[in-house]
């Protein structure tokens, strides 16, 4: 505690002994410092929107397993990913696994009893044969059941976080928020400088009940339309005390420094928003690109290793779903064009707009318009009976 504050508390104790306090003070603006922590640093709205889009996004991915290129999507590691523990959801894991990752640069799954947790205060050390031994409060775990996911900085031992790497701008941030917050919440700290020319005593009961008589006056300015007259003797002095808070000055530092911290989660904001105003998926693709595919990456060849260990061809892979970036008209376009040149079948389509997948023979077979064939095999496909080819629309192409 530094010697500022020592003062302060020994004022503000010796107040309250002598009764000041309650009967004359009855408030002390006192300037407090603000420090982030893992907590807290949520209370910066920059930083959790810009938490929130990237573990949203990665919360939202489908996790399947790869064998040799083909997808199991009943794998018994899919099962605990799905349900990982009593108490969180799959999704709400997920997101919890990527929050840790980002703020504390480091994070530890343990897979126990075919449950899945997250360990906190995890000490990592290497052995003489380089191999990593972890702890928790002295107890030893096996390395088989915990990774450790790191955001590698400089240190093979240990990830770096924002909290870390933007604790200086953090705090200077949450510091110029909070000024600004509390100083509205309280009512714009609006406060009042009495000036009496003798010494104020508090065994002086006149002198007491004046100040309380003036004080109640102040409080009592609630009503725009109401007017106070507080008549001052001789000897007394009321003046309005200026707000120490300087909101063009706090406003100005938040514009340059809220957008630096997006850049401690590999996000350029000024970027980020603009793309967000004229197009939002290019904004998602942007946050996928530079932010989410490296952290996916990390996490699957952790979460790999973790279930089926180094000499397995199976893979953990996160499957996201660019489409849900963009428009609705847009899915119908790309669906429309994916049938029509012979990459998915209608059900594909249905499905990629949110219709059910209707499982008939017709629907489960590739067609193609006839503007898209080669003009000399045109007479070639369709005597070979193309899947509607009798049956055009009007436009020259094939009713699918």
Do not use: C
């Not at 010796?14 to 209370?43: A, C, F, Q």
Request: hydrophobic share 35%.
């Amino acid at each position: 505690m530094g010697l500022r504050d020592r003062f302060s508390n020994f004022v503000l104790e010796r107040s309250k002994r002598t009764g000041l306090y309650d009967d004359v003070i009855d408030g002390v603006v006192r300037y407090n410092s603000y420090y982030s922590n893992e907590d807290d640093i949520l209370k910066s709205s920059d930083v959790y929107e810009l938490m929130q889009d990237i573990s949203n996004q990665i919360a939202k991915a489908e996790i399947v397993v790869d064998i040799g290129g083909n997808e199991e999507k009943n794998h018994p590691a899919l099962r605990i990913l799905k349900e990982p523990n009593s108490y969180l959801s799959g999704f709400e894991f997920k997101k919890l696994l990527i929050n840790e990752y980002l703020l504390k640069g480091e994070v530890f799954p343990v897979v126990l009893d075919n449950q899945m947790h997250i360990l906190n205060d995890v000490h990592v050390e290497l052995d003489e044969q380089l191999l990593p031994r972890y702890k928790q409060n002295g107890t030893e775990i096996p390395a088989w059941m915990v990774r450790h996911i790191k955001n590698i900085g400089t240190n093979h031992l240990r990830g770096i976080g924002i909290n870390e790497l933007a604790k200086d701008t953090l705090d200077g941030v949450l510091s110029a928020e909070k000024s600004l917050t509390d100083k509205y919440k309280k009512g714009g700290l609006m406060a009042f400088l009495l000036q009496l020319d003798a010494h104020i005593n508090p065994s002086n009961g006149a002198q007491k009940n004046i100040i309380k008589a003036i004080r109640k006056q102040l409080e009592g300015i609630d009503n725009p339309n109401q007017v106070k007259i507080i008549p001052l003797g001789k000897g007394y002095n009321l003046s309005f005390l200026q707000s120490p808070i300087d909101d063009d000055k706090n406003l100005k530092y938040l514009s340059v420094y809220k957008k630096d911290l997006g850049k401690f989660l590999g996000i350029n904001v000024e970027t980020y928003q603009a793309l967000l105003k004229v197009d939002i998926e290019k904004a998602m693709m942007y946050l996928h690109n530079k932010a989410v595919r490296p952290i996916l990456t990390n996490i699957e060849e952790h979460l790999t290793l973790l279930f089926f260990g180094k000499n397995s061809t199976k893979r953990i892979k996160f499957k996201i779903n660019i489409l849900d970036f963009v428009p609705y008209s847009t899915k119908t376009n790309i669906a429309y064009n994916l049938v029509r040149t012979m990459i998915a079948v209608p059900d594909d389509a249905r499905e990629m707009l949110g219709f059910e997948r209707l499982n008939t023979d017709e629907s489960s077979v590739l067609y193609i318009s006839k503007d898209l064939i080669a003009g000399k095999d045109l007479e070639d496909v369709t005597s070979e009976g193309l899947k509607g080819g009798d049956e055009e629309n009007g436009n020259g192409e094939a009713d699918i």
